[in-house]
T-cell receptor
Framework: GDKVKQSPSALSLQEGTNSALRCNFSIAATTVQWFLQNPRGSLINLFYLVPGTKENGRLKSAFDSKESYSTLHIRDAQLEDSGTYFCAAVPNTGYQNFYFGKGTSLTVIP | EAAVTQSPRNKVAVTGGKVTLSCNQTNNHNNMYWYRQDTGHGLRLIHYSYGAGSTEKGDIPDGYKASRPSQENFSLILELATPSQTSVYFC??????????FGPGTRLLVL
């Protein structure tokens, strides 16, 4: 089964509203990374997390390793936030291989 | 920020032909990775490397070889390309305990 499950798979947001994306892990993850794949296909780094939280502008992410999940909060959504959001987890096996979720496709509507 | 480049950016190959995808990074990262991205699967790890001369199998290595001749370069080799290998391929680099940086991707079509 999938080691990293993202929800929801797709989401439409009105411009200016808030939402949260979630990743659940069936592996014991040590670190989590969040990416945005923009409509041109480029993968943009958003956050790299050990257990805890980070904030950058309108984005905030949290990683709870004990409960095996991570969240990405988007505040005051803008049109340029549209794209596909991926989370990736590094397991505690000692190897640096990342397991990706299947992504959340976000559309921000004017 | 690390600079990761890939070549070619687009490739059309014939079934049974050999394809080499190249990746170069200029930030002296030890680890490099090759992923493929397909609709409904997200990104899946094919091969990775911890440094020059090392290659390791990822989750879906069948049909692919990798080569890491130097710190900067990591190649993905399809000895006998098949239509099922049509995909978008991403290279990434990073160090242990740090973020990964991705290249722009290569679109491969195998006819």
């Amino acid at each position: 089964g999938d080691k990293v499950k993202q929800s929801p798979s797709a989401l439409s947001l009105q411009e200016g509203t808030n939402s949260a994306l979630r990743c659940n892990f069936s592996i014991a993850a040590t670190t989590v990374q969040w990416f945005l794949q923009n409509p041109r296909g480029s993968l943009i780094n958003l956050f790299y997390l050990v257990p805890g939280t980070k904030e950058n502008g309108r984005l905030k992410s949290a990683f709870d390793s004990k409960e095996s999940y991570s969240t990405l909060h988007i505040r005051d959504a803008q049109l340029e936030d549209s794209g596909t959001y991926f989370c990736a987890a590094v397991p505690n096996t000692g190897y640096q291989n990342f397991y990706f979720g299947k992504g959340t496709s976000l559309t921000v509507i004017p | 920020e690390a600079a990761v480049t890939q070549s070619p950016r687009n490739k059309v190959a014939v079934t049974g032909g050999k394809v080499t995808l190249s990746c170069n990074q200029t930030n002296n990262h030890n680890n490099m990775y090759w992923y493929r991205q397909d609709t409904g699967h997200g990104l899946r790890l094919i091969h990775y490397s911890y440094g020059a001369g090392s290659t390791e199998k990822g989750d879906i290595p069948d049909g692919y070889k990798a080569s890491r001749p130097s710190q900067e370069n990591f190649s993905l080799i399809l000895e006998l390309a098949t239509p099922s290998q049509t995909s978008v391929y991403f290279c990434a680099s990073g160090d242990a305990g740090d973020t990964q940086y991705f290249g722009p991707g290569t679109r491969l079509l195998v006819l």
